[in-house]
């Protein structure tokens, strides 16, 4: 027999309360494939909203791209899509607000840095300017700035950037998920999306199945690999290392560069980034690039030839042909998607979760996604 399912103290909960429990097989309002940043934050946003969320990842949460990322806030109108362009201000002002409640609910700090970026930009963009504005002035001369950069008197500019560490944003999203009641399925890939009458009725995945009515595909660059439709994602390599910088605050500003980016923690870490490459679902780092990288670094900042090596990586970024994401409804009714974040999946984070949590509630968004439409890539592809 079934029973209407209360969810309590929440004013949402009516958007999820035509979801039934049956008492032999357990029911969520809405099923989440993938628990990197983009599928934890919107677990999250769901879960404010009163719906009842299962997380399937094939792996461990939060141990892939989200993993493997830098953590730069980029909002500049050079270096983002100019579609993607409101969305990367609309997320980027929503981030404080979203760290901190993350950090303060699973208490992880999450390294919210302020201090901005300086961009050392392409030899071409130098004398246009297109896209820097006043404000990109830098606030003080280059060897205030930044003391130990190898070149003081290079053509630089100042962006009002955020960064953070993607690592503990991570986890801060997923023990906040789980404080709120989320539920996981974690060693196991979703490998099909069930239909009954055209309708989503939930996910199999290699182990079992589990009901929904609503499923929403954040598989990263996975994606397009959960049966009945073939997203066009594709993995693009990255790879990066991190130092031990001594003394610990010897680079305070993110450090962008044509050549390599430098993104300091607060700890002492810093974060030297990174490759893009069509390498297919190869995530294993080179040493001859990891030594290339390495070696820009120090071009840029000599005195990082005292800093140690702690680590190196590689990760997968989503990428899509038109590099925008893909976000909203599907063509089959409950199918929903949120992929494709490519190189800002950690800053569009917050805003992603915002717009999914509207579309797949019923609700309009107040941003523009045509531009991110599934449909845009001629239909889903059946799947092979
Ligand atoms: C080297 C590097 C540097 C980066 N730097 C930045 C940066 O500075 N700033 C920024 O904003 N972004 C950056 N990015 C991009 C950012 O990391 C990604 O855009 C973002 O992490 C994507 O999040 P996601 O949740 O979609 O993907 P992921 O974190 O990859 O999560 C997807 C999850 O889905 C799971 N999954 C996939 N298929 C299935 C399935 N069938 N069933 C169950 N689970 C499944 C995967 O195991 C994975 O855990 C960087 C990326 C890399 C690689």
């Known amino acids: 027999m079934a029973d209407a399912r209360m969810v309590a103290g929440c004013a949402c909960a009516h958007l999820f309360s035509s979801i039934f429990y049956n008492a032999r097989v357990k029911t969520w309002d809405v099923i989440v494939i993938g628990g990197g940043i983009i599928g934890l934050s919107l677990a999250i946003a769901l879960r404010k909203r009163g719906a009842k969320v299962l997380v399937v990842e094939r792996g461990e949460p939060g141990r892939e791209a989200s993993h493997a990322a830098g953590g730069m806030l980029v909002d500049c109108s050079v270096e983002t899509p100019p579609q993607l362009q409101p969305l990367a201000t609309a997320s980027a002002r929503m981030y404080p607000e979203f760290a901190y409640e993350l950090q303060v609910e699973a208490g992880v700090p999450v390294d919210l840095r302020e201090f901005g970026s300086i961009v050392f930009p392409q030899p071409e ?43 503990a944003l991570t986890l801060a999203a997923l023990k906040t998920a789980k404080r709120r009641g989320v539920d996981f399925s974690s060693g196991d890939a979703a490998t099909a999306v069930n239909l009954s009458d055209g309708r989503v009725t939930g996910i199999t995945t290699t182990k079992t199945s589990f009901h929904a009515p609503k499923v929403v595909n954040c598989g990263g660059a996975w994606s397009g690999q959960v049966a009945p439709h073939v997203f066009p994602t594709r993995p693009v390599k990255g ?29 002492g870490h810093l974060l030297v980034g990174a490759t893009v490459e069509e390498a297919g679902f190869d995530k294993r780092t080179v040493p001859a690039t990891i030594k290339r990288l390495h070696r820009a670094a120090l071009a840029l900042v000599p005195r ?15 990428g899509t042909p038109d590099a925008l994401p893909i976000l909203g409804a599907t063509v089959t009714p409950g199918y929903y998607v949120a992929t494709g974040h490519f190189r800002d999946g950690i800053l569009l984070a917050p805003i992603t979760a915002q717009v999914m949590a509207h579309v797949i509630s019923g609700e309009k968004s107040e941003h523009n996604l045509a531009p991110f439409a599934p449909a845009r890539f001629a239909g889903p592809r059946a799947f092979p």
């Open 125 to 167: 963009h130098v004398h246009e300017r297109a896209g820097f504005t006043l404000e990109s002035l830098l606030p003080a001369p280059l060897a205030e700035l930044e003391p130990e950069l190898a070149d003081p008197k290079r053509p630089a500019f100042f962006l009002k950037e955020r960064s953070v560490d993607p690592r």
């Open 239 to 267: 790879q990066m290392l991190c130092l031990v910088m001594s003394p610990r605050g010897l680079v305070k500003h993110v450090v962008r560069s044509p050549e390599v980016y430098l993104i300091p923690r607060s700890d």
């Open 304 to 318: 990082l030839a005292d800093s140690r090596i702690l680590e190196d990586w590689a990760g997968l970024r989503p």
